[in-house]
């Protein structure tokens, strides 16, 4: 045997080993990922109170293309605010969150889906758990997170979520489910518990949108630009948008918006909007 074909042999051997150490490192990311959500999942919810049920779907839904939107009058969707007889007692346990990272401010939780995470806001470096984990570790599967920018009471009229789309479902990976119109419909609201309230938004549009930095480019405190910011969402028309017609989201409303990336397209952003419905107090 040629040097060449033996030096072909022995780099196509290294290249197989290094393919096995990835997918082996990969898996055992994964494996580590979800048991240390399992692991922040117990510790937040309270002994007297029950995890969310998940769904874990095999494989995507298909697409649907985006329906036709009639131009509706601009009504404010109405917030119920719901106050308890008793003071209200978060479901979530917050102190014991804080022990792990004082930067936990909130919970989302979408119920029927796996979407049951801290919400984390550093507070000088908006990039900072991109590439960190709740516990403060650099490290995948990151967190879900907001920047600085916003407040951390949801009062402001739009607050960014952000979270990766990892392939084993972890973090923001199965919003792209929300693709499909009828899983929209059946999987519509969106909590996020606060230490002393919680707030129910209703889903009302699923958007690809473009990679731009959304509230550095819109200046939520201004009427018109809170405007401009609907119309770039009610006029969408990529096919793998969806808008549902009701409720209609105004720029008296509040709202959220779920941010994540594309796989195969670096600069667009897949978008899962909601507005505020009920407040629980």
């Known amino acids: 045997m040629s040097k060449k074909s033996k030096a072909l042999i022995a780099s196509g051997l290294l290249l197989v080993a290094m393919g096995a150490g990835y997918l ?5 990311s994964s494996a580590r990922a ?9 510790i937040a919810y309270r002994e007297t109170t029950t995890a969310p049920v998940t769904e874990a779907p095999v494989t995507e839904p298909p697409t649907t293309e985006a329906p036709e939107t009639v131009p509706q ?7 119920v605010t719901t106050k308890e007889k008793d003071p209200y007692v978060s479901p979530i346990d917050f102190e014991a969150l804080w022990e792990i990272n004082p930067d936990i401010y909130a919970w989302i939780e979408i119920p029927g ?7 984390l806001q550093h507070p000088t470096d908006n990039d900072y758990y991109l590439t960190h984990t709740p516990e403060g570790v650099e490290d995948a599967p990151a967190s879900i997170f907001t920047h600085n920018v916003n407040s951390k009471d949801f009062t402001d009229f739009n607050t960014l979520i952000y979270g990766h789309k990892w392939n084993d479902g972890t973090m923001f990976g199965k919003l792209h489910y929300y693709r499909d119109e009828q899983y929209l419909k059946e999987h519509q609201m969106i909590r996020i518990y606060l230490p002393d309230r919680e707030l129910r938004y209703t889903i009302f549009a699923t958007v690809v949108y473009d990679d731009r930095l959304i509230t550095s ?3 939520f405190t201004d009427t018109e630009s809170c405007r401009a910011f609907l119309r770039s969402i009610y006029g969408n028309r990529d096919m793998n948008t969806i808008i549902l017609l009701e409720p209609r989201a105004t720029v008296d409303d509040r709202l959220i918006t779920l941010s994540t990336c594309i796989k195969w397209q670096e600069h667009n952003r897949y978008l899962v909007v909601a507005v505020l419905t009920n407040e629980i107090t």
């Open 24 to 28: 082996s490192y990969t898996v055992a």
């Open 34 to 42: 979800k048991q240390s959500i399992k692991d922040l999942q117990s």
């Open 73 to 79: 009058p601009e009504t404010t969707a109405p917030v």
């Open 113 to 119: 889906t796996d979407v049951s995470y801290p919400i």
């Open 217 to 219: 480019y819109y200046d």
